[in-house]
């Protein structure tokens, strides 16, 4: 039974995939569903522009959906009447099947949907870490050409062909790669089910050798990235060496050619760019995530239960009468401090309400708000600011529709109609579902969704229907003494019905759980870049000290101080550093800026951000080179002066 009404089952299929957006425990034919609701439902009546409805299309092969699509206004127009009853600009859209999942915002959808800009996000910042280890491995190969010359002068003497040298330091390079490779996999085996738990996702590396993973794309994918790894950093430190002159190497008279140090400086600069740019991004992140938490709302969400409506209850004449005498029961509980029940809960798409006006403006001049059906104790129980007028009273409600002409408007509405203040709008009628209806109160706007949504013309009506949830206020002590006591009462008026809760706060910041995951992989992955580059410029200035023993040993011998030794090995990273962070800066912004416009209400990114963003990264730095910087600064220079 549904709704208490029979219903034969006719058929058993699989469980739904975990992987599929569509998911249900039983399905019911639309005329089953309509003509048990309502005897003297009519399948010519069905109006295919309900907003709870989505279609499934099976095209035929070789179909272009676009040009399916713009035959739907003449279809809409031919066949439904939705634009002529209520004013509204009905449309209809295709999307195919693969783009529900990550490419679908649209209001009402059939289930949870992610998001592209976040997976295309990390993957870009996957590939800055790849590319900034491929860099590391370029700069190190070619700041080492110079120990290797000797090597490649003896090959070339021995009669080894330049391919042939260039296919040896590729192999190295192939070599190089495919241990990187075991080990990342290893790292993935070992740690996918510590990085699951952070992401509340259950992914395995299995997936990727899937044929159902888009045709192994993933497979294949890494693949290509394997090859490119093995090409690019690989290819310009082959043809370096291969290219040594044997007859000057083995006079001792080679050195890094400006051009190599040139292209040193240049990749450094490229990959500390995108560190900074990866850390100003994590700091946006972060502060967009704080702002939203810290948002006032305009109600009040805490400690409020919901218990969700009574699905195996028949909407009918007592329904109403039922669930009054239940919140008044629920008010009688000590933990209880008042009750409420909409039509929707919040956080949910709100329905909406077509062909809007002022009564006596011009039927042309319509617009579209939104319409939320609450009881009388909504605005108490939610603490939601009354600015005009009073709330609902029970007369304001009836079981038939047509009797109710009472509603309120948020502030929104208030001057989208056009009126100067809440006291001008009381008593007056506008017209809403086509016919009039009396301004009874004006409240202020409250986030009904998410910050990554604006406040819309809104307006509350003294509705309720089958299946409403309640909304309890409860006090945060003995809550598992009071979550008893409602249960006891809800099985009371509505036996056999599941007792079905949720604080609402928690739902309500679930709307963010995309975005918070986002933050935290951004972090893990931020901080990952940040310690690969570290490792490429430890080694650099590693290299950098050790060619420039000697040099230090004379200037110490000379008089030179550790700080001006520390100097002298750091001042030509720091400006590289700063260099990378004036790079860093407009793209981040750019990218950022992009990532910030999914949010109706976001922060500012100030300059102060960027400012803090580039003095770490430059401290990171300083910190990594002063390592090494130190330890040349304190070593003796007797040992480095001996040899000469």
Not at 73 to 95: I, W
Not at 404 to 418: E, Y
Request: net charge positive.
């Amino acid at each position: 039974e549904k709704d208490s009404l029979p219903y034969k089952i006719t058929g058993i299929c699989k469980n739904v995939p975990e992987n599929s957006h569509l998911q249900f425990d039983f399905l019911i034919s639309y005329i089953s569903l309509y003509s048990g609701a309502n005897g003297n439902w009519k399948e010519s009546e069905y109006d295919f522009t309900d907003s709870d409805f989505w279609h499934y299309i099976r095209l035929k092969k070789g179909t272009n959906y676009k040009a399916l699509e713009a035959k739907f206004a003449a279809f809409s127009q031919r066949h439904f009447q939705g634009n002529k009853v209520s004013g509204s600009d009905e449309k209809f859209h295709l999307q195919p099947l693969t783009k529900a999942h990550l490419y679908s915002d649209y209001e009402y959808e059939i289930g949870k949907t992610g998001s592209a800009t976040v997976v295309w996000g990390l993957l870009i910042i996957a590939l800055f870490i790849i590319a900034i280890a491929w860099v590391n491995y370029v700069n190190l190969a070619t700041a080492r050409s110079v120990e290797r010359a000797k090597e490649v002068g003896i090959r070339k003497v021995a009669g080894a062909s330049k391919g042939q040298l260039i296919r040896q330091f590729l192999a190295e390079s192939l070599f190089v790669n495919l241990i990187a490779l075991l080990i990342s996999l290893g790292l993935v085996l070992l740690l996918q089910d510590s990085f699951n738990q952070m992401i509340g996702y259950n992914l395995s590396m299995a997936y990727l050798f899937t044929k159902g993973m888009s045709g192994y794309t993933i497979t294949i994918g890494l693949a290509i990235m394997m090859i490119a790894g093995i090409l690019i950093s690989g290819f310009y430190p082959a043809f370096v060496l291969s290219s040594f002159r044997p007859a000057l190497v083995l006079k001792g008279k080679f050195s890094s050619s400006g051009k190599g140090i040139l292209l040193r400086k240049g990749l450094v600069i490229g990959q500390f760019a995108i560190t900074v740019a990866l850390i100003i991004g994590s700091f946006v992140v972060y502060k967009q995530l704080r702002f939203v938490s810290s948002q006032q709302l305009g109600l009040n969400l805490d400690q409020i239960l919901v218990v969700n409506g009574p699905s195996l209850t028949r909407w009918d004449s007592t329904f109403i009468s039922r669930e009054n005498s239940l919140k008044e029961e629920l008010k009688k509980l000590p933990g209880v401090k008042g009750v409420a029940t909409t039509d929707r809960p919040l956080g949910n798409e709100m329905a909406r309400a077509f062909n809007v006006r002022r009564k006596g403006a011009d039927p042309k001049a319509n617009m579209t708000i939104r319409n939320f059906g609450a009881s009388s104790e909504f605005i108490d129980v939610y603490s939601v600011k009354l600015l005009a007028g009073r709330s609902f009273t029970p007369t304001d409600y009836n079981y038939q529709w047509m009797k109710l002409h009472s509603l309120i408007m948020n502030q929104s509405a208030l001057k989208a109609l056009g009126f100067s203040s809440p006291q001008e709008a009381l008593g007056q009628t506008i017209m809403v579902f086509n016919r009039e209806w009396d301004i009874i109160g004006v409240i202020g706007d409250f986030h009904q969704k998410s910050l990554h949504h604006a406040i819309e013309p809104m307006v509350l009506l003294p509705t309720s229907g089958t299946n409403a949830p309640i909304s309890i206020k409860v006090s945060s002590e003995n809550l598992q003494g009071t979550l008893a006591s409602i249960k006891s009462k809800y099985d009371e008026f509505f036996p056999g019905n599941l007792f079905d809760y949720y604080f609402l706060d928690q739902r309500f910041n679930a709307q963010y759980k995309n975005d918070q995951l986002f933050g935290k992989v951004f972090a893990l992955f931020s901080g990952f870049a940040i310690f690969v580059a570290c490792l490429g410029l430890l080694g650099l200035s590693l290299y950098a000290t050790v060619q420039r023993t000697k040099e230090i040993g004379v200037r110490k011998v000379l008089g030179a101080s550790v700080p001006n030794i520390v100097l002298l090995l750091s001042k030509d990273f720091v400006k590289l550093v700063i260099i990378a962070f004036l790079v860093a800066c407009p793209a981040a912004w750019f990218i950022m800026h992009h990532w910030l416009e999914n949010f109706a209400y976001r922060i500012n990114m100030s300059p102060w951000l960027f400012l803090w963003a580039g003095t770490l990264a430059l401290v990171i730095a300083l910190a990594t080179i002063s390592f090494q910087a130190l330890r040349a600064a304190f070593a003796n220079p007797v040992k480095s002066l001996r040899t000469e």
